[in-house]
């Protein structure tokens, strides 16, 4: 799950040399992963040891392991983050510095609302956020993307911090074991033998998630949204250019969609998998086409 910005660098300069056409989103995001990787790199967060029996247990009922809520600090670096964020996203167009404008003068009116906002935002108590795009009119889809790459660099750094002392394998959820997010991408990885070696008996599905790219596995025959496994609502497709490894994983009964990645065909590590949401934007052209919705955020 850890990364530096040349290994990003290197991969989005891949996907851009495949895929001119996107040559601005890549740039766009290549500035914002880059300030995400300077903020982690500048946090000073405490260790966190979780207690191995509450975690076994926590996992076992269902619950991430992050409580969120229990944070007794917001990051003034995350505050920080925003600003820089809005003058990159401004650079846009007139329209989204039009928009973005009107969601600073209400988010600055007083201190605590970015605050407060954000860490609804984490906690995935949608209403409060809702009632005040309401309220002044704003852009839904800027100020869920400002708050989200304000944040994200911070959970993510969290969430680096706690894995390595967790056992991860009682969790069957379909959100984030770490954060409690829902997922961005699913893939599909060729199931390992006990030696070096790999054993032809299919490929095992894992989701990622869309705050703190985290990883972890789910059903193969499950929709990670409603958790229909009834075989004939699920189903799947692919784009009809030749190109292996990528397809997208639809629901007939929550008409949702995940795009899913094969690695046994793309050249990407499990830890910058989060940057195929930008690789893959095609797909959720052709699946929004088709009539199906994506549950997480979008990543652009």
């Not at 229990?70 to 510095?97: C, M, N, Y």
């Not at 784009?239 to 990528?246: A, I, P, V």
């Not at 899913?260 to 052709?286: A, G, K, Q, R, V």
Request: hydrophobic content about 35%; overall charge negative.
């Amino acid at each position: 799950m850890v990364y530096t910005f040349e290994q990003v660098n290197e991969a989005l300069n891949r996907f851009q040399k495949n895929q001119p056409e996107i040559k601005e989103i890549i740039a766009f995001f290549k500035e914002i992963i880059k300030m995400h990787v300077k903020v982690k790199n500048d946090l000073n967060l405490p260790s966190i040891v979780p207690d191995k029996e509450k975690t076994k247990e926590k996992l076992e009922k269902g619950f991430p392991l992050l409580e969120l809520n229990l944070i007794p600090d917001f990051p003034q670096e995350s505050t920080l983050l925003r600003e820089e964020l809005s003058k990159l996203i401004k650079k846009r167009g007139p329209l989204v510095a039009k928009n973005l404008e009107k969601i600073e003068h209400h988010l600055l009116k007083e201190d605590h609302i970015f605050v407060n906002l954000s860490q609804n935002y984490l906690l995935h108590t949608w209403l409060p956020l809702e009632d005040f795009i309401k309220t002044y009119d704003l852009d839904h889809n800027l100020l869920f993307f400002l708050i989200k790459n304000s944040v994200k660099p911070f959970i993510e750094s969290m969430a680096e911090r706690v894995l390595p002392t967790c056992d991860l394998s009682p969790w069957s959820e379909a959100v984030c074991p770490i954060c409690g997010s829902l997922p961005a991408l699913a893939f599909l990885k060729p199931i390992k033998s006990n030696g070096d070696g790999l054993i032809n008996k299919g490929k095992e599905k894992g989701l990622s998630c869309s705050l703190c790219n985290h990883t972890w596995q789910f059903p193969r025959l499950k929709c990670p949204f409603c958790l229909t496994d009834k075989q004939d609502a699920l189903g799947y497709f692919y784009l009809d250019n030749g190109e292996k490894g990528y397809r997208v994983d639809i629901c007939n009964d929550c008409k949702c969609y995940i795009k899913t990645i094969d690695f046994e065909y793309c050249p990407i590590s499990e830890e910058l998998l989060f940057l195929e949401d930008i690789h893959t934007i095609n797909l959720d052209l052709l699946a929004e086409k088709e009539g199906y919705s994506k549950k997480a955020e979008k990543i652009f």
